[in-house]
C-alpha cells in the first residue's frame, strides 16, 4: 500500500535425488557447474531452509524441475547449459505489487525528497490519470513493468486494482492485469473514491456488492486498506467478508502507518498475508506466529517514504514466516526490483540474507500459498535465476550491482 491519509498449483512431493530421478528424459536440459544452488528445500544439500548444494546441477524437462543434485551425478540429456561457476535461486516471486496504473509522480516524491511541503491529491492523482488511460495504455504499463522486474530475476508476479475506484475501471484494471498474471487482486478498497468521499459507508455498499460481483471473475485475492484514513476495522471485515462469499481469498495492508485492527483481522479471516506490518504489538506479533498469515514486508515503501522500518528480526524471532515484495506503486515505491529489496531488509530490517533470499522467494511463495515456485526442487516449476556471483549473498553484499545473468521461466530462457 502507498502512503495516503486462481486454484494453487501443487506439484509432486519434492525428494533427494535418487536412481529412480536419475531416469531422465535425454531431451531435458541440464544447468550443470553451478557453483552454489538454492533450492529452498530443507531436505537436501545442507540442510538449512535454503537447502544449499554446492557445485550442483537443475534438470529441467518442460516446465518443471526433474533433477537436483551434485553436479557430477547430473543425468545424461540432449542439452546442457554452463554454469561457469555462478550461483542459482529460485525465482523471485513478487506478492504484492500495484501496476495496473498511468500517470507518473515525480513531484510529489522530489517534494518528500527535499523536505517541501506538497499538495497534490496521492493517490486521488494516479485514480483520475488510470480513468483517463486507455486499455491499450494500461496494459502496456503492465507488460512494461513485468518485463523490467523479469530482467531482475522475478518470474511470478502478484498485481492489484485500487486505482480506478468504480465499478468499471476497477474490473478494467483486474481485467488487464489478468492478461499478464494469474495472481490478481481486487482492491477497490484501496481508499474511499472521490465520488463518496462525503460518504463511505455507501462506497463499502459499492466494493461489497456492485463492485465486487464485476471484479471477482477477473481476480483470486480480495484486498483492503485497513489504516485510518482509509477503511477501519469493521469496513475491512466486512469487505473482506464479502470478498470470500464471492471465492476470493483475503489480504490485507495492514498496520502500515499505525497501531490498528489490521493484522489480527488478517489472522482471524486466515488472510494469505498481511502486508507492510510496520506498528505492531506483541499480541500482533504473537497472532501471526500462530496462524498460517504470511508478514509481507516491503521495505521500497519505508525508503521511498523515509518512515519506520519493520522490525523484521523481531517477527523471525517470534517465528513468524516472512515474505519480501515491491510494494510497486507510482507513489510510495516506484521499484521493480527484488534484489534491491533484499539488500534494504539486509541493511535495515535486520535480516540475515540467507533469510531474506528465502524470503523474497519462498516467503513470496507461502504469501500466495503456492507450492510449486519459490523453490527448486523435484517438481517445482521451473524458474529460476542466474546470478553473476558465486552465492547469493552478493544479492545484499553488492547492492545496486546488476547480477541477474539470466532468467528462465516455466523451462524457457526468457532472459
Given amino acids: 500500500m502507498e502512503t495516503s491519509p486462481a486454484a494453487t498449483n501443487s506439484p509432486a512431493p519434492t525428494s533427494a535425488p535418487t536412481?529412480?530421478?536419475?531416469?531422465?528424459?535425454?531431451?531435458?536440459?541440464?544447468?550443470?557447474?553451478?557453483?552454489?544452488?538454492?533450492?529452498?528445500?530443507?531436505s537436501l544439500g545442507d540442510g538449512t531452509p535454503l537447502g544449499l548444494i554446492q557445485d550442483a546441477a537443475v534438470v529441467i524437462d518442460g516446465d518443471r524441475v526433474v533433477w537436483v543434485g551434485e553436479s557430477s551425478k547430473a543425468p545424461a540429456t540432449d542439452n546442457r547449459v554452463d554454469a561457469a561457476g555462478r550461483a542459482v535461486i529460485p525465482g523471485f516471486v513478487d506478492s504484492h505489487s500495484h501496476l495496473v496504473f498511468a500517470g507518473d509522480r515525480t513531484?510529489?516524491?522530489?517534494?518528500?525528497?527535499?523536505?517541501?511541503?506538497?499538495?497534490?491529491?496521492?493517490?486521488?492523482?494516479?485514480?483520475?490519470?488510470?480513468?483517463?488511460?486507455t486499455d491499450a495504455e494500461l496494459s502496456?504499463?503492465?507488460?512494461?513493468?513485468?518485463?523490467?522486474?523479469?530482467?531482475?530475476?522475478?518470474?511470478?508476479?502478484?498485481?492489484?486494482?485500487?486505482?480506478?475506484?468504480?465499478?468499471?475501471?476497477e474490473a478494467?484494471?483486474?481485467?488487464?492485469?489478468?492478461?499478464?498474471?494469474?495472481?490478481?487482486?481486487?482492491?477497490?478498497?484501496?481508499?474511499?473514491?472521490?465520488?463518496?468521499?462525503?460518504?463511505?459507508?455507501?462506497?463499502?455498499?459499492?466494493?461489497?456488492?456492485?463492485?465486487?460481483?464485476?471484479?471477482?471473475?477477473?481476480?483470486?485475492?480480495?484486498?483492503?486498506?485497513?489504516?485510518?484514513?482509509?477503511?477501519?476495522?469493521?469496513?475491512?471485515r466486512a469487505i473482506l467478508t464479502a470478498g470470500k462469499a464471492k471465492g476470493l481469498h483475503p489480504r490485507v495492508h495492514a498496520n502500515q502507518l499505525s497501531y490498528g485492527p489490521g493484522v489480527q483481522l488478517a489472522v482471524e479471516l486466515d488472510a494469505a498475508s498481511a502486508d507492510h506490518c510496520t506498528h505492531l504489538t506483541d499480541a500482533d506479533v504473537d497472532a501471526l506466529a500462530s496462524g498460517d498469515t504470511v508478514a509481507t514486508l516491503l521495505p521500497g515503501a519505508?525508503?521511498?517514504?523515509?518512515?519506520?522500518?519493520?522490525?523484521?528480526?523481531?517477527?523471525?524471532?517470534?517465528?513468524?514466516?516472512?515474505?519480501?515484495?515491491?510494494?510497486?506503486?507510482?507513489?510510495?515505491?516506484?521499484?521493480?526490483?527484488?534484489?534491491?529489496?533484499?539488500?534494504?531488509?539486509?541493511?535495515?530490517?535486520?535480516?540475515?540474507?540467507?533469510?531474506?533470499?528465502?524470503?523474497?522467494?519462498?516467503?513470496?511463495?507461502?504469501?500466495?500459498?503456492?507450492?510449486?515456485?519459490?523453490?527448486?526442487?523435484?517438481?517445482?516449476?521451473?524458474?529460476?535465476?542466474?546470478?553473476?556471483?558465486?552465492?547469493?549473498v552478493h544479492l545484499a553484499y553488492r547492492p545496486g550491482v546488476p547480477l541477474v545473468a539470466e532468467v528462465w521461466r516455466a523451462g524457457v530462457r526468457t532472459v
Wanted: one cysteine or more; aromatic letters at 6%.
Fill in 107 to 133: 513531484a510529489e516524491f522530489n517534494a518528500r525528497m527535499s523536505g517541501r511541503p506538497y499538495q497534490a491529491g496521492g493517490i486521488r492523482t494516479t485514480v483520475a490519470a488510470t480513468r483517463a488511460a
Fill in 172 to 236: 478494467r484494471a483486474l481485467r488487464i492485469a489478468a492478461e499478464h498474471t494469474e495472481e490478481v487482486t481486487y482492491l477497490g478498497a484501496h481508499i474511499v473514491s472521490p465520488e463518496h468521499a462525503d460518504d463511505p459507508a455507501a462506497y463499502v455498499d459499492l466494493v461489497t456488492g456492485e463492485m465486487l460481483d464485476a471484479c471477482a471473475p477477473y481476480a483470486r485475492w480480495v484486498d483492503v486498506f485497513c489504516e485510518k484514513g482509509a477503511f477501519d476495522g469493521d469496513q475491512a
Fill in 19 to 42: 536412481s529412480a530421478n536419475s531416469a531422465v528424459a535425454t531431451t531435458a536440459t541440464a544447468i550443470v557447474n553451478i557453483a552454489s544452488l538454492v533450492t529452498n528445500d530443507p
Fill in 140 to 169: 502496456a504499463n503492465v507488460a512494461r513493468f513485468m518485463r523490467e522486474a523479469l530482467r531482475q530475476g522475478t518470474t511470478t508476479f502478484e498485481t492489484k486494482s485500487g486505482y480506478g475506484l468504480t465499478v468499471e475501471d
Fill in 302 to 392: 519505508e525508503f521511498s517514504t523515509r518512515a519506520q522500518w519493520p522490525d523484521a528480526r523481531r517477527l523471525l524471532d517470534a517465528g513468524v514466516t516472512v515474505a519480501l515484495s515491491t510494494d510497486c506503486n507510482p507513489g510510495s515505491s516506484f521499484t521493480s526490483s527484488v534484489p534491491f529489496c533484499i539488500a534494504l531488509a539486509v541493511r535495515d530490517m535486520r535480516m540475515t540474507p540467507d533469510e531474506a533470499v528465502w524470503a523474497a522467494t519462498a516467503g513470496g511463495a507461502a504469501a500466495l500459498r503456492r507450492t510449486d515456485v519459490g523453490r527448486l526442487a523435484v517438481g517445482a516449476r521451473a524458474d529460476l535465476a542466474i546470478l553473476d556471483a558465486p552465492s547469493h
